[in-house]
């Protein structure tokens, strides 16, 4: 082969590299030349615009798609979605509670107890969302039954929202359960601060399972039975009004951990000769975030019990708030003109008083009946953990104080404030009355079952903490573990100071 064929060859292989080798972008750049001297002058900025064009016009029948399926829903569906949203957003916040919760009595008990207490907080809503799934919502929401008892779809096992009473509303099963198995949760939450410090774990996880499988959902049924349409339960159908559940949560809750309190008795070393003697909690920093993480999480609780996406909404959170606001004035002022200071746990629990007072009523209380709801309640809370140590039930959160109480105060004040049915409002004595009988049914119905399941337990496996695990702590005596591991631990069991104090 002469030199110049050779020459050829070896120019022809470098140009074809050149061409076709890895580089894209010098042959993308020689293609777009090539193309430019084929085409006629400009042509190469039109088909630049190629791209532009197909995305433009892919981009347009995608909104022409999707104008189509938004003209295809109804106003009934747009707003069938927004309430299950809302409802969505409101059992989270509720459900967000139980941190609230778990921090403030936490925060109002002793460190050596402190994982004992976080324990409890936690696992009660696995607790609740379980027992509250197998039985509780069929219970509480079954229209098969009557109005004393739920029944039917038990294990959320039915798709037909007439088995729960929804058919009448916009809600899903699904949303509609998780709002109220956040509710159930906080019923037994309530009994936790109440029998804190001494109480094994084992017996207060039973306790727990039973009142969220079984008597709260029962006493539910009654006020709130038939799911959308309340009146199918007897107290409903007489006329009681408990809009979100002064009644039907607070003060079920707030009988069962009296009843506990009473039947465990009180604390080592509180009460000595008579007389109450102060166990200050060991963290008010978190004691105080728990109180505006409940006072935040208050917002899915009142407003979500529209169980509907509408303007009553932001009117029912002004209520909510107007009433947390002078409940933390009110037991600010009158702490302060009993004790001669302003007591951080007394304000702490005023604004839970004022939230627990208008629960019931947040719906139909004016601006104004909101403030004094609050305002009463504040002042309740205070006397009411001065009254409870006067007859030796150890309370170391004011629970029983706070949702018993309150929860009673707030019921009642339905019959006085509401705007349409009100005694002040000039509609008689008749919804007054519904509330009362309310109180007493509901009252009696926890009170018998607590006492009951608190005895046998107590009967069976011994309810309390030997005294030896109580004074070294139940966080070492139940779970073998330190909350603040390597920190200084207090030098003491018992009290250091007399001021008064939640619970004291």
């Known amino acids: 082969m002469s030199n110049k064929l050779m020459q050829a060859k070896r120019l022809h292989g470098s140009r074809r590299r050149k061409t076709f080798g890895s580089s894209y972008l010098p042959d993308a750049v020689g293609f777009f030349k090539r193309l430019q001297r084929v085409l006629p002058n400009r042509s190469f900025a039109w088909l630049a615009i190629v791209p532009l064009a197909v995305l433009i016009v892919g981009a347009w029948g995608l909104a022409a798609s999707a104008q ?7 106003p009934e569906d747009v707003q069938a979605v927004l309430d299950n949203i809302w409802i969505l957003v409101a059992s989270i916040l509720v459900i967000f509670m139980n941190a609230g919760f778990g921090m403030l009595e936490t925060g109002f008990c002793r460190q050596k107890n402190a994982v004992n207490i976080l324990s409890k907080n936690l696992l009660v809503f696995a607790l609740a969302t379980l027992a509250f799934w197998a039985v509780g919502f069929s219970l509480m929401f079954g229209a098969a039954g009557g109005g004393f ?3 039917g779809g038990w294990f959320l096992s039915s798709t037909d929202p007439a088995t729960y009473g929804l058919d009448g509303g916009t809600l899903t099963i699904s949303v509609f359960f998780l709002f109220q198995a956040a509710f159930a949760g906080t019923a037994a939450t309530i009994v936790s601060g109440a029998v804190a410090e001494r109480i094994k774990f084992i017996d207060f996880v039973i306790f727990s399972i039973v009142l969220t499988a079984i ?3 029962i ?3 009654w006020v709130w039975g038939g799911g959308m349409l309340s009146e199918i339960g007897f107290l409903g159908g007489a006329g009681f009004s408990d809009f ?3 009644t039907v949560v607070h003060s079920a809750g707030g009988w069962a951990a009296l009843m506990g309190a009473a039947i465990l008795g009180p604390r080592i070393g509180k009460y000595q000769d008579g007389q109450p003697s102060a166990l200050p909690g060991h963290n008010m920093s978190i004691a105080t975030l728990g109180c505006l993480i409940l006072w935040i999480g208050w917002f899915g609780f009142n407003p979500g ?12 959170a002004v209520t909510t708030n107007l009433a947390a606001a002078a409940g933390g004035v009110a037991a600010t002022v009158t702490s302060w003109t009993l004790s001669g200071k302003p007591d951080l746990s007394m304000i702490i629990n005023g604004i839970l008083a004022g939230l627990v007072a208008i629960t019931a009523g947040c719906a139909g209380a004016s601006f ?6 609050g305002l009463i309640g504040g002042v309740l809370v205070v006397f009411s953990v001065y009254f409870f140590d006067s007859i030796q039930i150890d309370d170391p959160v004011g629970a029983v104080s706070v949702h018993l109480v309150n929860g009673i105060w707030g019921t009642l004040a339905v019959g006085l404030f509401d ?3 009100g005694l002040f409002y000039g509609a008689g004595p008749t919804q007054l009355l519904a509330q009362i009988m309310g109180i007493l049914t509901v009252g009696l119905w926890v009170v018998v079952c607590s006492t009951i399941v608190w005895s046998i337990l107590k009967a069976t496996l011994s309810l309390r903490v030997t005294p030896e695990e109580e004074l070294m702590g139940l966080d070492i005596g139940e779970h073998g573990m330190e909350a603040y591991s390597g920190f200084i631990k207090e030098s003491s069991s018992m009290p250091s100071s007399t001021s008064a104090g939640v619970g004291s």
């Open 219 to 221: 006493s539910g049924h």
């Open 305 to 316: 019990s529209q169980l509907a996406a509408d303007s009553a909404v932001p009117y029912i």
């Open 68 to 74: 189509e399926e938004a003209a295809a829903l109804t």
């Open 149 to 151: 008892l739920g029944f």
């Open 368 to 373: 104004l009946g909101a403030v004094v709801i």
């Open 215 to 217: 008597v709260y959902p």
């Open 419 to 421: 705007m349409e049915n």
């Open 244 to 246: 979100a559940g002064s």
